[in-house]
């Protein structure tokens, strides 16, 4: 079984997956990590310098090669990544998948993103928490129709990691 987290950013995906991938014994992809050791360099310079619509290719082309490979694991995708090209798609019609859809409350991502925009292309121009909560808010009802098609759905706005794996464990 290939065990894939979808949601917003700050969502908790790669801090889930990673402890989800320890109690399984399995191994844990960043998908973001992968496109930054395939193209050498970081999301934010990839961003910067090829812009979003090269990154969104490459982001389909590292999804396929992982999904490709013959082990199991845990995968974190990009908040964007079910969203664009044929990415949700290949992750529905591949019968090893599960997907999981960390839900977080606008409110609480708005929080948890505020402090960390400087590091996140996407929200870094975001000046005030009101600005940053109207493009959250925005961003969450485009996604939401991508994000909502996942096999398990965990609102994990309260929960901690801990709480968040041991929940999913359960699940799975």
């Given amino acids: 079984m ?4 979808c949601g917003y950013m700050g969502s908790g995906k790669s801090q889930v997956g990673k402890l989800l991938a320890s109690k399984l014994g399995l191994v844990f992809f960043d998908l973001d990590d992968q496109i930054e050791i395939n193209q050498q360099k970081s999301i934010k310079k990839i961003f910067s310098e090829k812009g979003e619509i090269f990154f969104r290719k490459k982001e389909n ?3 396929k090669e992982l999904l490709n490979a013959p082990e199991n694991f845990i995968l974190s995708l990009g908040g964007g990544t079910p ?3 044929d990415n949700l798609e290949i992750l ?3 019968k090893e998948v599960r997907l999981i859809y960390l839900k977080v409350e606008l409110n609480e991502l708005t929080k948890r993103l505020f402090n960390e925009k400087e590091k996140r292309p996407l929200i870094s121009g975001q000046e005030s928490r009101e600005s940053l909560n109207d493009f959250i808010r925005k961003h969450l009802f485009e996604r939401q129709y ?6 398990i759905i965990l609102d994990v706005s309260e929960l901690s990691i801990e709480e968040t794996v041991n929940s999913l464990v359960k699940q799975l």
């Fill in 2 to 5: 290939k065990i894939v987290l």
């Fill in 61 to 63: 082309e590292v999804l």
């Fill in 83 to 85: 969203c664009y090209a």
């Fill in 92 to 94: 529905k019609n591949n």
């Fill in 146 to 151: 991508y994000y909502l098609q996942s096999d």
